[in-house]
């Protein structure tokens, strides 16, 4: 059975991000992710140190969800921190915030830590470099995530946000150059659709490498589910096929607002796969 998770900011951020959805207070937002019929929630957290483990715990398993994944997207969007980066300094703290991350995603029993933006931009006149560098530092984080029983994910992103990993085959070439079993492949609905011929066949290629452990759910104009023209029904059909059992997680623009987006997706999602109800 699939597994649907909302992504939400944990208590740490209060700055608005176009792509963290719910509003309300922490506790809030949590209980509507419930009410709504979500499996999960999939948290971005700047500052993990900021906040107490066991009551993230509970907040969420009193509400009946699991925690799908950590995100790093607010490091990049909001803290301006990237794993590549042409100042040294930032590069330093950003693998060093991500290490946190991985210790607070062990401590809250989170399978995942995702790396999108936050591997930043290939800044070496020659890109072949740049990749090199980030292999080496996944590589040390991979292993030091793989101690905790946390794995990493590399998401591809479309051609205007990064410059580096844009496809799934870029991404699989990038895993087997890092060489650990502890990287996978994260694929968001938004950024293949611009990038892919096929999203379906996408998902079919990580899947057969073993590599698609966590997905996000968007339309193609990264409106909520339904929105835009993505072949939803096929998408699905797929990843029922394929048996895909980790979590999807919507992570997509707040309109027409974010309590509204993740309802619409979360309905949308639910009449697509009313088959595994029965
Ligand atoms: C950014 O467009 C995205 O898809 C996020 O998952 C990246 O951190
Ligand atoms: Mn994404």
Redesign the pocket.
């Known amino acids: 059975m699939m597994k649907f998770a909302v992504t939400t900011s944990a208590p740490d951020i209060d700055q608005t991000i176009p ?1 963290s959805l719910l509003s309300g207070t922490f506790i809030e937002r949590i209980k509507m992710a419930s009410n709504l019929g979500y499996d999960g929630i999939e948290l971005i957290t700047n500052h993990p140190e900021l906040i107490n483990p066991s009551k993230i715990v509970s907040t969420i398993r009193n509400n009946n969800l699991e925690i799908a994944a950590l ?3 607010g490091l ?1 969007f909001i803290e301006k921190l990237t794993l590549l980066s042409s100042q040294s300094e930032i590069e330093k703290e950003a693998f060093d915030r991500l290490s946190k991350l991985i210790v607070f995603a062990h401590s809250v029993s989170a399978p995942i830590v ?1 790396i ?3 591997r930043g931009k290939a800044y070496h006149s020659d890109i072949q470099e740049s990749r090199e560098k980030l292999a080496g530092i996944l590589y040390r984080a991979s292993n030091q995530a793989e101690d905790l029983g946390v794995r990493l994910v590399i ?1 591809p ?1 479309n051609r205007y ?1 990064a410059n580096l990993i844009n496809n799934v085959k870029e991404g699989l070439e990038f895993i087997s150059e890092v060489g650990s079993s502890n990287l996978g492949l994260l694929l ?1 609905t ?2 293949i659709n611009i990038e892919e011929s096929s999203v379906s066949e996408c998902f079919i290629t990580a899947e057969n490498a073993h590599r698609l452990w966590h997905v ?1 759910l968007g339309d193609s104009n990264r409106h909520p589910l339904g929105l835009g023209h993505l072949d939803f029904p096929t998408i699905l059909n797929t990843l029922e096929n394929i048996q895909f059992k980790d979590f999807l997680s919507a ?1 997509l623009l707040s309109i027409p607002n974010p309590n509204a987006a993740a309802a619409i997706t979360i309905e949308y999602l639910r009449s697509q796969t009313v088959d595994f109800y029965k």
Do not use: C, Q, V
Request: no cysteine; charged share 25%; hydrophobic share 30%.
């Open positions: 792509i995100a790093t997207g990049a995702t999108g933006s936050f998401e992103l946000e968001d938004y950024h996000h992570e």
